[in-house]
């Protein structure tokens, strides 16, 4: 069983690699090695914006390679969110719609989340974040759940010094006992040659796989802009 799932699994997350390369705008290829406490893998990411006349589509595609052996792939994740700019004010604001799915090899499915919501861009000094407040619907969780996701890119140096990232901040759990789960991936990325940069991601999370402990793993990593 848990062999047909990742199958169908590996088949998604192929058909979106696919979709991504052909119709992307913009878009990126990370490869980092995770280092800590029974880490020692790769893993990859792809990750593709593309704005348009009505609002903007991101996604991307996580896969780790981290199993016994041959450290082939492991775990697929992925998240698609689509913006729709309102035609109201300075047009700044928008209305999203966003899914995730995942499966791991070790663990089974990851679950379904369907999200929607606004989002409005913030300006802190010379930081703008794009901030979304979401309903969240996912499953395991019992009952209505909200998130906050914060999202940014700053970059110096004639867009040689990159730092980018995101914070997600959730409820979940069954009715009269929801807690609270957070996930932030700040990186660090330092364009040396053309397209090709070096930096590093700091992927930290609580109350979240694999126990409700705080953890920080960081990574090297290399990034190809397409």
């Excluded at 016994?68 to 697929?76: D, H, I, Q, R, Y």
């Excluded at 990851?110 to 969240?136: C, H, M, T």
């Excluded at 009952?143 to 140096?157: I, R």
Aim: with cysteine; net charge neutral.
């Amino acid at each position: 069983m848990k062999n047909n799932i990742m199958s169908k699994s590996w088949m998604t997350v192929l058909v979106l690699l696919g979709f991504s390369l052909h119709h992307a705008c913009a878009q990126n290829l990370q490869l980092h090695y995770n280092t800590g406490k029974d880490r020692g893998y790769l893993n990859h990411t792809l990750e593709m914006f593309k704005p348009d006349t009505f609002g903007s589509t991101f996604l991307f595609v996580d896969l780790d390679y981290n199993m016994a052996g041959n450290k082939t792939m492991s775990l697929g994740y992925f998240e698609i969110a689509r913006y729709i700019t309102l035609p109201i004010g300075n047009r700044k604001l928008d209305v999203t719609v966003q899914f995730n799915d995942g499966v791991d090899y070790f663990i089974g499915a990851l679950g379904q989340a369907w999200l929607a919501g606004l989002s409005y861009p913030l300006r802190i000094g010379n930081f703008e974040i794009k901030a979304d407040v979401l309903y969240r619907a996912a499953q395991g969780s019992d009952g209505p759940d909200a998130q906050l996701t914060m999202a940014w890119y700053h970059a110096w140096m004639n867009d040689r010094l990159v730092f980018t990232g995101y914070l997600d901040a959730w409820t979940q759990g069954p009715s009269g006992d929801k807690k609270g789960a957070v996930m932030a991936e700040p990186q660090l990325w330092y364009r040396f040659w053309n397209a090709l940069s070096a930096g590093s991601e700091l992927k930290t999370h609580y109350h979240f796989m694999p126990d409700d402990k705080l953890h920080a793993y960081p990574s090297l990593a290399l990034k190809w802009d397409f």
